[in-house]
C-alpha cells in the first residue's frame, strides 16, 4: 500500500473555545479530500470526509491499516445518524439520548451515501458522536460525516496527544489539532445494534454497568452468543514496541517473586520498564529499571487515561520489556483490562509459577 504523503501543520486549539479561523481550515481540507487529525474525548483520531472514496482510502494508507478493519463515522448532532444509517432501531435513539455526545459507538445498518471503504464492503456502519467541542466544531464545519480511526500507526498504542499523532504520522496527514491530552485515554465501547441482540464487539469508555441499565439482554464481550467479533479486533494490537508482560499473582507472595523475575531480566542485560498502580510501586523500590506510575488502583479513570501515554513513554526511553500487573475488570476496569491482553499478545503471566522458568520463558520470547 502506497504511503499518504502530506506537509504536516500542527495548530494548537483550545480545547473548550477552539478558534473558529482554525476550524475553518481544518475543515476546507477535510472537504478538499485531505486528513486531519484531532482531539476527542477517547483519543485522536485521524479524520477525513466519510463520503468521500478517496479521501477515506488516505485514512488507511496513513496508518497502514488493513482493508478489512472498519473506521467509525463521527457526527456532531444526535439526528445525523440518519444521514449514515438507515433502518435505525428505537434503542439506537435511546441510547444516543442517555449516552451521545459520548465514548458509544453505534454499529447500524449503512446508508448507502458512506463511502463503502468505511465499512470495508460490509453493510453496516459504526456510528458515534465524540464529546469533544473540537470535533463537534470541526465536523460541523465540514458540513459531512467525518470517518476517523484511532490516529496512530497499524497496531501501536492509541494516541492520547498531538505528540503521539505526530511521532506516528508526521508527513502523512495535512493538519494535526492539537487540543492537549484525551480526558478519556480509551476509545469507545462499540455496540453492535445489527444482530438479534445488542451485543458489545469491543469494551471501551462508556462501561457495561451503565449499558446494561438500557439493556437487558445485552451480550457482554467473550459470551458466545457474542462471539463474533468485529472485523479489525485482531488479538495483536495496541502494543509498544517493547514486549509487554502482562501477570497475575497472589497479592502477599508476588513482591519477592516479582524482584525475582526482574533480578533475572536484569542478569540478561534486558532494559525492564514497569507500569504500575501506586499500590505496587514498593515492590520494585531499588530496582535499577524504569518506572511509570499509573495513579492509585482505585482510580480506574487516571489509569485510563494514562495507560497508553505510559506505554509510549517507556518505549521512547528504549526499554526492551515492559512488565506490569494485570487489574481488576470492573467498570473501565474491562476496557483497560482488553487493552492490557491485547498489548500482551493474549498471554498473562501466573507469578505463582516457578521464577526461574518465568525468566528463561521471557528472555526465550524476547531473543526469538
Ligand atoms: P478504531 O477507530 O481504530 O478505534 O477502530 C474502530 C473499530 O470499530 C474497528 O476496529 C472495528 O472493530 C469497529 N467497527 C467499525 N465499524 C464496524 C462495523 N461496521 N461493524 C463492526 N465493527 C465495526
Ligand atoms: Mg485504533
Known amino acids: 500500500m502506497k504511503k499518504y504523503r502530506a506537509n504536516t501543520t500542527v495548530i494548537a486549539v483550545d480545547p ?214 468485529s472485523p479489525g479486533m485482531m488479538l495483536k494490537h495496541y502494543s509498544p514496541k517493547a514486549r509487554f508482560f502482562l501477570f497475575t499473582g497472589a497479592r502477599e507472595t508476588l513482591a519477592p517473586q516479582v524482584r525475582e523475575v526482574i533480578g533475572g531480566l536484569l542478569r540478561a542485560e534486558l532494559k525492564v520498564g514497569v507500569m504500575a498502580a501506586d499500590e505496587d510501586l514498593p515492590f520494585f523500590a531499588g530496582l535499577p529499571i524504569l518506572m511509570e506510575s499509573l495513579g492509585p488502583q482505585s482510580d480506574l479513570d487516571a489509569i485510563g487515561r494514562a495507560l497508553f501515554a505510559k506505554m509510549r513513554s517507556l518505549d521512547a526511553r528504549g526499554v526492551d520489556i515492559i512488565l506490569m500487573r494485570a487489574i481488576q475488570a470492573g467498570g473501565l476496569g474491562l476496557a483497560i483490562s482488553d487493552r492490557l491482553i491485547k498489548a500482551a499478545h493474549q498471554q498473562v503471566i501466573d507469578l505463582d509459577g516457578q521464577p526461574d522458568a518465568i525468566i528463561n520463558r521471557l528472555i526465550s520470547e524476547l531473543s526469538g
Not at 473548550?16 to 479530500?33: C, K, M, T
Not at 463515522?73 to 432501531?89: C, F, G, L, M, S
Not at 492509541?158 to 508526521?170: C, E, F, G, K, R
Request: glycine share 8%; hydrophobic share 45%; net charge negative.
Open 16 to 229: 473548550d473555545h477552539p478558534d473558529e479561523r482554525d476550524i475553518q481550515s481544518a475543515a476546507h481540507v477535510l472537504r478538499a479530500g485531505g486528513l486531519v487529525a484531532f482531539p476527542t474525548e477517547t483519543v485522536y483520531g485521524l479524520g477525513a470526509n466519510a463520503l468521500d472514496e478517496t479521501a477515506v482510502g488516505r485514512i488507511f494508507a496513513a496508518k497502514g491499516r488493513p482493508f478489512d478493519d472498519p473506521l467509525i463515522v463521527h457526527i456532531a448532532a444526535k439526528t445525523q445518524v440518519e444521514d449514515v444509517a438507515r433502518a435505525i432501531p428505537d434503542i439506537a435513539y435511546t441510547l444516543a439520548e442517555k449516552f451521545w455526545p459520548g465514548p458509544l459507538t453505534l454499529v447500524l445498518k449503512k446508508h448507502p451515501r458512506v463511502a463503502d471503504k468505511v465499512s470495508t464492503g460490509l453493510d453496516t456502519v459504526a456510528v458515534r458522536m465524540p464529546n469533544h467541542r473540537v470535533p463537534l466544531d470541526l465536523i460541523r464545519a465540514a458540513g459531512v460525516p467525518v470517518a476517523a480511526p484511532s490516529a496512530n500507526l497499524f497496531t501501536r498504542p492509541s494516541p492520547t496527544s498531538a505528540a503521539h499523532v505526530a511521532d506516528d504520522l508526521s508527513g502523512r496527514v495535512d493538519i494535526i489539532l492539537d487540543g492537549g491530552p484525551c480526558p478519556i485515554g480509551l476509545e469507545s465501547t462499540v455496540l453492535n445494534l445489527t444482530g438479534p441482540k445488542p451485543a458489545i464487539l469491543r469494551p471501551g469508555g462508556t462501561t457495561v454497568e451503565a449499558l446494561l441499565d438500557c439493556l437487558p439482554d445485552l451480550i457482554l464481550p467473550g459470551e458466545p452468543a457474542g462471539a463474533r467479533t
